[in-house]
């Protein structure tokens, strides 16, 4: 496609752009890919139009109404902004063989792409030859990520991955295996086979937490637009709700099965605690997740309760039947109950106008998203801050407080992702992600840290 002396090169399913006229102008693409222009050219060098390569043809309704404002804006000054045709090319691309520009001074309009395909203005500012600037007031906001149009293109597959939840297993996992590395390092003992009957056990209670927490909130309309929900998917709220209890009846089989075995019932009465702030967090008639109750609660199971209860189960024998709550299995089960109830508390953070709609009154949506990423960063603070306390008057292993220590970067990066996205609903949802990294990280640490101790200790 040529005319005058401007071409666009790409591929040939590439069309033409924006054309732009001059009229006493002249116009150029800067190395940054900005459209500039000024009227400092001679009268015969004016019908050179531009082709210019822009957006994806998905972002065609986006971009027409700014084209007519321009047209609008400078109608009658020698700037014309005609049809515009789209093409699926991600940047402003524009070669000019043998011509020269004297230099300009004009304004630019510099479209920009991220890593997601959406677009945003970055500038917008014109001169017409007439001198009479027009600025298109505060034209440095970005156009919204439209997160319903980004969830129309997620395949079967990623909606699949996201329902099973499994990285949110890991809430599972680390209290289990601390509080194991915790009964290891005062007892030297460790039951494989009890081990592996808690994690499957309590893999399922939380199966039991997720199915059920999705059944409950399509009953409120909470999950109305969610299509990764479980019930959205398979269609049926029924379905969900029986594999649901079902999971919860051979989970707490499985808990009992191991409470007996190692002749410790006071560690079941725990472990029924912690079952009881899940239930009452999302269940009918409680609900208190909806009252903003549900990060207490989250911090109570899985830190105290479940840690607790897991370091007795798998450092009790039938000649040793109970084992005093030391601080280290305190102070451990303190700091893991804060990175569990992080990742709670950011996964309401794309979700905020959603729970407002139905009632859902969660810590978000009373403090909005700019408070709570100050929170995020108190919380993530709170958590090294009380780590090194801990470590001061030999709460823990010096062996934990090091190794701990090491997860700092990641913690950095859930404070600054939440602070640089916590406006952005299409990319604050992976925020519970970098959670789950940090709590599976930091639970890692503080296991091989207490299992060194133990080493070290021989």
């Not at 309309?221 to 919860?248: F, M, Q, T």
Request: glycine residues 8%.
């Amino acid at each position: 496609m040529q005319s005058g002396k401007g071409r666009l090169k790409g591929p040939e399913n590439f069309v033409c752009m924006d054309r732009i006229d001059k009229t006493n102008n002249t116009t150029k693409l800067n190395s940054k890919g900005q459209l500039i222009w000024s009227s400092d050219i001679p009268e015969g060098e004016t019908n050179d139009p531009i082709y210019c390569s822009v957006a994806c043809r998905q972002h065609r309704d986006m971009l027409k109404p700014l084209a007519e404002t321009l047209s609008s804006s400078c109608f009658g000054s020698g700037v014309g902004i005609h049809h515009v045709h789209f093409a699926k090319q991600r940047y402003l691309r524009r070669s000019c063989e043998g011509e020269n520009f004297p230099k300009t001074l004009g304004g630019s309009l510099h479209f920009c792409s991220n890593d997601r395909n959406f677009f945003q203005i970055r500038r917008l500012n014109i001169r017409c030859p007439n001198r009479q600037q027009h600025i298109f007031p505060k034209c440095t906001s970005d156009i919204p990520d439209n997160t319903h149009q980004e969830e129309t293109d997620v395949s079967q597959a990623t909606l699949i991955w996201r329902a099973i939840k499994l990285p949110i297993y890991s809430v599972a996992l680390v209290p289990l295996t601390v509080g194991g590395a915790v009964a290891y390092l005062q007892t030297g003992l460790f039951s494989a086979r009890r081990y592996i009957i808690l994690l499957a056990s309590s893999v399922l209670i939380i199966t039991w937490i997720n199915l059920s927490n999705d059944v409950y909130d399509f009953d409120t309309g909470a999950d109305k637009n969610k299509k990764e929900s479980v019930v959205n998917l398979v269609g049926s709220r029924s379905g969900p709700l029986i594999a649901a209890y079902l999971s919860l009846a051979l989970g707490f089989m499985g808990l009992t099965w191991a409470s007996v075995d190692a002749g410790n019932m006071r560690s079941l009465l725990l472990l029924a605690c912690a079952i009881s702030c899940g239930y009452v967090y999302q269940c009918p008639p409680f609900r208190l997740s909806y009252q903003g109750l549900g990060e207490p609660l989250c911090f109570a199971a899985f830190g105290p309760f479940a840690t607790s209860a897991f370091y007795q189960l798998l450092g009790s024998k039938r000649e040793i039947i109970f084992l005093p709550l030391t601080r280290i299995v305190l102070s451990a089960s303190l700091l893991l109950g804060l990175t569990t109830t992080l990742i709670l508390f950011c996964s309401h953070f794309h979700q905020v106008e959603e729970d407002l709609a139905i009632g859902k009154m969660s810590p978000l949506v009373k403090m909005g998203t700019e408070r709570g990423s100050v929170v995020v960063k108190g919380a993530v603070l709170t958590l090294y801050s009380l780590l090194f306390a801990l470590g001061l008057c030999r709460a823990l292993p010096l062996t934990c407080i090091v190794l701990c220590a090491l997860t700092l970067p990641i913690g950095k990066l859930v404070v600054s992702f939440v602070e640089e996205n916590h406006k952005d609903k299409g990319k604050i949802f992976m925020a519970k992600y970098y959670c789950v990294r940090l709590h599976a990280l930091f639970g890692a640490a503080m296991t091989a840290g207490l299992v060194l101790a133990r080493m070290l200790a021989k």
